[in-house]
């Protein structure tokens, strides 16, 4: 069936680095995209989202980019903090409010 | 506001037990959404509701598992009986409107044994 996945498990930074995670979904229908954060012990928490007629957008130390052509997501965060290690999942919107999810990335951040 | 509410935390049972979940979602929020989230994963739909009515159940195991919605509130989801497989954390999220405004709660972590 249609899936999304992610290409990098982990991810180690330094504090203040810029991280980005990738992520790479197979259903074209999908009209939405959405990027969760997860820490220990807690349900997923809205990070940002993005709709498919659009490339980027912007939060606060956020950034999310669509490329379409090659099915591909991004979610940038400018200086990293620690606050920041969590595991991050991107979602699609398949249609109907279904949500699908990613395996997930684990951001470490390092002082 | 307060937020999703969900119990137990944790629950421990041996397999062939039977279990049940309860989600009280965010007051006024129609949809309700029931995940299954095993380690290292990324969260499984497994129902959703809108209102007292089922929306999308494909993915629920439905010769073990049941959920209900009783006046559009509270939900339950039972696994009668569990296997080894089922040991996971169970989400519960809501919504009042478009799935990316869905709040999750802290989920309750199941380990069959």
């Known amino acids: 069936g249609e899936s999304v996945g992610l290409h990098l498990p982990t991810l180690s930074v330094q504090e203040g680095d810029n991280s980005i995670i990738n992520c790479a979904y197979s259903n074209s229908a999908s009209d939405y995209f959405i990027w969760y954060k997860q820490e220990s012990g807690k349900g997923p928490q809205f990070i940002i989202d993005?709709?498919?007629?659009?490339d980027k957008r912007q939060g606060q130390r956020v950034t999310v980019l669509l490329n379409k052509t090659v099915k591909h997501l991004s979610l940038q965060i400018a200086a990293t903090q620690p606050g920041d290690s969590a595991v991050y999942f991107c979602?699609?919107?398949?249609?109907?409010?279904?949500?699908?999810f990613g395996t997930g990335t684990r951001l470490l951040v390092s002082p | 506001e307060a937020g999703v509410a969900q119990s137990p935390r944790y629950k421990i049972i041996e397999k062939r037990q039977s279990v049940a979940f309860w989600c009280n979602p965010i007051s006024g929020h129609a949809t309700l959404y029931w995940y299954q989230q095993i380690l290292g994963q990324g969260p499984k739909l497994l129902i959703q509701?809108?209102?007292?009515?089922?929306?999308?159940d494909s993915q629920l195991p439905k010769d073990r598992f049941s959920a209900e919605r009783l006046k559009g509130v509270d939900s339950t989801l039972k696994i009668q009986p569990a296997k080894l497989e089922d040991s996971a954390v169970y989400l519960c999220a809501s919504s009042a409107g478009p799935v990316t405004e869905a709040f999750f709660g802290q989920g309750t972590r199941l380990t069959v044994v």
């Open positions: 979602a699609e919107n398949t249609g109907f409010q279904k949500l699908v």
């Open positions: 509701f809108q209102n007292n009515g089922v929306v999308d």
């Open positions: 993005i709709r498919s007629n659009m």
